[in-house]
């Protein structure tokens, strides 16, 4: 549980830490006026590709670590598969790359990439909603549930603005995706990635022999 909850915390860190090394790396792409993935190409990209796959690989522990720690459940399974969707997409995110910016129209790598991220980002959204009914059953997550909605209700108004804004507003819709990508959803895998630690040990001391 301890292994899998530190996967999961190396996972939100280096994807936190790679997309805000790229707004020094990249200063040609404004912030506000690109999206993350925009960092895939270029000298750097392999650096920004690596990131899409070692947050996948926190995703993707965080729901075995949940998997292994709530009671048996529909409910559980259902946690385990979202993140399981969200961790493929991601990697999938990761391998194919989004178009440049400007492009215009979109190429098969590119239009791989959009839905590839859109099927993570929705099955975030839903592990926080679902979660909320969830791990109020799981006396280890209970307090959690409260937390997983507000995650997920944030997740869903920040997803909707990103969709919205850049054909209502244009400029500025860069900041809700690193508002929604790069700050709520790795600042939420790191904590439960914290927890399932915190678990971990738990469960060593309880266990016979432990001290």
Request: hydrophobic share 60%.
């Amino acid at each position: 549980m301890r292994t899998l909850g530190a996967i999961a915390i190396i996972g939100a860190v280096t994807w936190i830490g790679t997309v805000a090394a790229f707004h020094l790396i990249r200063p040609d792409l404004a912030p506000g006026n690109a999206y993350i993935s925009n960092y895939a190409r270029g000298d750097w990209a392999w650096i920004m590709r690596a990131a899409f796959l070692v947050n996948a690989a926190g995703w993707a522990a965080a729901g075995i670590g949940l998997r292994r720690d709530l009671p048996q459940s529909l409910g559980a399974n259902l946690l385990a598969a979202l993140t399981s969707i969200a961790a493929l997409g991601m990697l999938v995110a990761g391998i194919f790359r989004a178009d440049p910016l400007g492009t215009q129209g979109h190429s098969l790598e590119g239009i791989i990439h959009g839905r590839a991220a859109a099927a993570a980002f929705i099955a975030l959204v839903l592990f926080g909603l679902v979660g909320g009914v969830v791990l109020r059953r799981a006396d280890a997550w209970a307090k959690w549930s409260v937390s997983s909605l507000a995650f997920g209700t944030l997740a869903l108004v920040l997803l909707i603005a990103l969709t919205v804004w850049p054909a209502a507003v244009g400029d500025g819709f860069g900041w809700w995706q690193r508002a929604l990508a790069a700050v709520l959803i790795p600042g939420w895998l790191w904590a439960i990635g914290h927890h399932l630690i915190a678990r971990g040990r738990t469960t060593t001391l309880r266990a016979p022999g432990g001290l």
